[in-house]
Nanobody, 126 residues
Framework: QLQLVESGGGLVQPGGSLRLSCAAS????????VGWFRQVPGKEREGVSC????????KYADSVKGRFTISRDNTKNTVSLQMNSLMPEDTAVYYC???????????????????WGPGTQVTVSS
């Protein structure tokens, strides 16, 4: 079965760093746009970052720009999200998702992402 799984979440103090990883099984990520989303209980899920399968395009939410970096390692079939200078408002469940639509990162609309991982919890607290 096609599967995505996130890892790397945990508890970190404000100002700390975490690196999340999205691993795929049953398919390869290299030709897919991959997005990172996050959701707080009672709030709508929001897009955090996106990396295109073609053209090397990336996109970041304004709230994380300059602090988060998305990258892919095709040899490991993974996409990572490096999160630095974490703040309490970054606390959420983080999901990775993929789409077959070309250049989806330009619009970064959740409805285009059809495959989702189960999520990993990130908690930023002193």
């Amino acid at each position: 079965q096609l599967q995505l799984v996130e890892s790397g979440g945990g508890l970190v103090q404000p100002g700390g760093s975490l690196r999340l990883s999205c691993a795929a099984s049953g398919f390869t990520l290299d030709s897919h746009d991959v997005g990172w989303f996050r959701q707080v209980p009672g709030k709508e899920r929001e897009g955090v970052s996106c990396i295109s399968g073609t053209g090397g395009r990336t996109k970041y939410a304004d709230s994380v720009k300059g602090r988060f970096t998305i990258s892919r390692d095709n040899t490991k079939n993974t996409v990572s999200l490096q999160m630095n200078s974490l703040m309490p408002e970054d606390t959420a469940v983080y999901y990775c998702a993929t789409t077959d639509v070309v250049d989806t990162c330009t619009d970064f609309l959740e409805i285009f992402f059809g495959s989702w991982g189960p999520g990993t919890q990130v908690t930023v607290s002193s």
